[in-house]
């Protein structure tokens, strides 16, 4: 069974970071694409991030270039987003996602995704 956890929410401060990991079960990311995803309440989905199947290629929402990173490590079927200087319109719950794909592609619509997580909540809050 094909299976994505994230784990790494939680609750910080403005200015505070977290780390996510996105990790794969049933199937190796090897050949897979993630997206980071994001979806506060009342808010549409925004794609906020993604990685292509060998860390070649990565894309980010404006709102969060420079602060954030994607990053995998395939050796550990685990996909990463460190985030940094959070801000209170980071909180979401937070989704990663995968889409079996060619070496150079990265989309951050989720329209074109196979695979979900469950989410996990992060809370930007002085």
């Known amino acids: 069974q094909l299976q994505l956890v994230e784990s790494g929410g939680g609750s910080v401060q403005p200015g505070g970071s977290l780390r996510l990991s996105c990790a794969a079960s049933g199937f190796t990311l090897d050949y897979y694409a993630i997206g980071w995803f994001r979806q506060a309440p009342g808010k549409e989905r925004e794609g906020v991030s993604c990685i292509s199947r060998s860390s070649v290629r990565t894309v980010y929402a404006d709102s969060v270039k420079g602060r954030f990173t994607i990053s995998r490590d395939n050796a550990k079927n685990t996909v990463y987003l460190q985030m940094n200087n959070l801000k209170p319109e980071d909180t979401a719950v937070y989704y990663c996602?995968?889409?079996?794909?060619?070496?150079?592609?990265?989309?951050?619509?989720?329209?074109?995704?196979?695979?979900w997580g469950q989410g996990t909540q992060v809370t930007v809050s002085s």
């Open positions: 996602a995968a889409v079996r794909s060619a070496n150079y592609y990265c989309s951050r619509d989720g329209q074109n995704y196979d695979y």
